[in-house]
């Protein structure tokens, strides 16, 4: 598949997703929330406007950086990340959660989920961790429900795969220069499989976002094997 279809196959994505937003902007119960999606965080469609490498402006689209994100992996995804703004941090979680949000066939109890992760994004603090500590509990609530609801890998992917609510192939992604550093998992909420996220690994750096619900905690630890005494 050649370069230009693949932007014109996520342009038909985009658009795909702005229809889904107008049927749902006709739902009662749910027009508060819409009208704020569809002020802003609708993609700005526009076929030149749309990402062919990997390069972040401030006050870009949020649905462009979205894109960026998807066409981003691993700790390039990251990297990208940890250039936008506190309010774009925001609001691209809220796009992240409404995008999953309209492409699933919810029951009440599993749409109620997403409605509190979209109140948490608005309330988490991207500037200052720090104050964001007072809502720990409310998102631990929130993420445990999820994992019973939904299962571990969808809870995972709702809650922490930025980026994957759409699925474009990576294409001109941004490195980091050097070797890989940042530390890339919170020890608070040790997500690491079978593994553990030991604090300071390797010299790791720690970033003051980037891991866990929402990346709205520190990246302090990489993922170890376990040690067996």
């Not at 342009?11 to 002020?39: C, E, F, G, P």
């Not at 809870?155 to 550093?181: E, S, V």
Request: glycine share 6%; aromatic share 8%; net charge positive.
């Amino acid at each position: 598949m050649n370069h230009s279809r693949k932007v014109f196959l996520a342009v038909s994505l985009l658009v795909a997703i702005a229809l889904s937003l107008a049927i749902y902007a006709s739902r009662d119960a749910k027009a508060n929330n819409t009208a704020h999606v569809k002020t802003n965080l609708t993609p700005n469609l526009a076929a030149n406007s749309l990402p062919t490498t990997i390069k972040y402006q401030q006050g870009s689209d949020i649905g462009k950086l979205y894109v960026l994100l998807a066409m981003s992996g691993g700790s390039a995804r990251k990297a990208a990340y940890s250039q936008f703004t506190a309010d774009e941090k925001s609001r691209i979680w809220q796009l992240h959660l409404t995008l999953y949000r309209l492409n699933s066939q919810l029951t009440p109890s599993q749409d109620a989920i997403y409605a509190e992760a979209l109140e948490l994004a608005r309330l988490i603090n991207y500037d200052d961790l720090t104050a964001s500590i007072q809502h720990t509990s409310r998102v631990k609530a929130v993420y445990e429900k999820a994992v019973a609801t939904f299962g571990l890998t969808k809870a995972r992917a709702i809650f922490d795969d930025l980026g994957d609510a759409l699925t474009l192939t990576p294409q001109g992604a941004i490195q980091k220069a050097g070797f890989f550093t940042d530390c890339g998992c919170s020890t608070y909420w040790n997500w690491c499989g079978d593994d553990t996220c030991r604090s300071g690994a390797d010299g790791c750096t720690t970033t003051a976002h980037g891991c866990g619900p929402l990346w709205g905690w520190p990246c302090d630890g990489l993922c170890k094997p376990k040690i067996i005494d």
